[in-house]
């Protein structure tokens, strides 16, 4: 369905964007803007767990829902690393990583649907913990201080995600491997 709460919960992770990125532009001192930016892409990555959730609960799964939720994390993850580029807070190097490997894998997962071998690009482990590592680094970076007068966040979320950079190679990888045999038998 186009309008069920899991679906409008989706959306809400797409019309957040705008807003987190606007934070930055507001007329307040550095660190009201970063934990205010924390704070709302915590809420709306939440929403990812819970619009599945409900979906599920609610039995109000949708082919456009399974669409939309992805797209949905994928504006998002590249919103908020183009947002960290932008400050300096991460290397333009991990953004191209884990956007190109998004769009890639966007690209294969379309054009293996196409070709009736949607199962040998399905989900994996491997994918679900690089989109994890992202969700806990993201905040770090965006928030940029020290967390409980203890955590340094920047270096917490540096190295975090320059582990989902290589979780991001790993799974795409993973995702090119498992595809092979049908790309190989597709190939014209």
């Known amino acids: 369905m186009f309008f ?3 679906t409008l919960l989706t959306w809400a992770r ?3 964007i705008p807003l987190i990125v606007g934070i930055f532009y507001l007329p307040l001192d550095s660190g009201t803007r970063n934990l205010i930016a924390t704070v709302l892409f915590i809420v ?3 929403t990812d767990w819970a619009d599945g959730y409900l979906a599920r609960k609610l039995n109000q799964t949708s082919k456009f829902g399974a669409f939309l939720d992805p797209v949905a994390d994928k504006f998002l993850v590249c919103a908020a690393l183009i947002i960290l580029v932008w400050l300096h807070r991460a290397d ?7 956007i190109g ?4 894998i966007s690209a294969l997962r379309e054009w293996m649907a196409e070709i009736g071998a949607r199962r040998s690009v399905a989900v994996h482990m491997l994918g679900k913990l690089k989109t994890v ?5 993201i905040p770090f970076l965006l928030y940029d201080g020290p967390l409980f007068g203890v955590i340094d966040t920047r270096i917490w979320g540096t190295g975090l995600i320059w582990v989902a950079a290589v979780l991001t190679i790993w799974s795409m990888v993973y995702y090119l491997q498992k595809a092979l045999p049908d790309i190989r038998a597709n190939v014209r």
């Open 44 to 46: 709306v990555a939440a």
């Open 101 to 104: 490997r998004e769009i890639a």
């Open 14 to 16: 797409i019309v957040a």
């Open 92 to 98: 333009a190097m991990v953004a191209l990583v884990i």
């Open 133 to 137: 590592v992202q969700m806990v680094a």
């Open 4 to 6: 069920n709460l899991p």
